[in-house]
């Protein structure tokens, strides 16, 4: 999650960063919204995770087990907040 709070700056956004789902659920879902540029976030993501794109799968410390599945998206209306949107689902073996 840290990588979506460090990038927003970067990305040159005011960029809002809502939570999801409680704990205690198979997966919790985060978004860092209000992104104006696409391009910009998808690159902060492959950036941030080299080798990887669209979606990005950061590992965990061993190497074996997905921790998080990010995408870049449009804003859904009554649901986010667009243009552009970072979605970040989080294993719950992970939050």
């Given at each position: 999650?840290?990588?979506?709070?460090?990038?927003?700056?970067?990305?040159?956004?005011a960029?809002?960063?809502?939570?999801?789902?409680?704990?205690?659920?198979?997966?919790?879902?985060?978004f860092?919204?209000?992104?104006?540029?696409?391009?910009?976030?998808?690159?902060?993501?492959?950036?941030?995770?080299?080798?990887?794109?669209?979606?990005?799968?950061?590992?965990?410390?061993?190497?074996?087990?997905?921790?998080?599945?990010?995408?870049?998206?449009?804003?859904?209306?009554?649901?986010?907040?667009?243009?552009?949107?970072?979605?970040?689902?989080?294993?719950?073996?992970?939050?």
């Open positions: 999650m840290s990588i979506l709070i460090d990038r927003a700056d970067a990305l040159g956004t960029a809002r960063l809502t939570g999801g789902l409680p704990r205690g659920l198979p997966l919790k879902s985060y860092l919204e209000e992104l104006d540029d696409d391009v910009a976030a998808r690159k902060a993501l492959t950036d941030e995770l080299p080798g990887q794109r669209e979606p990005w799968l950061p590992l965990d410390s061993s190497g074996r087990d997905v921790i998080a599945y990010f995408d870049v998206d449009e804003g859904r209306e009554g649901e986010t907040r667009g243009p552009f949107l970072i979605q970040a689902d989080i294993s719950g073996q992970h939050y």
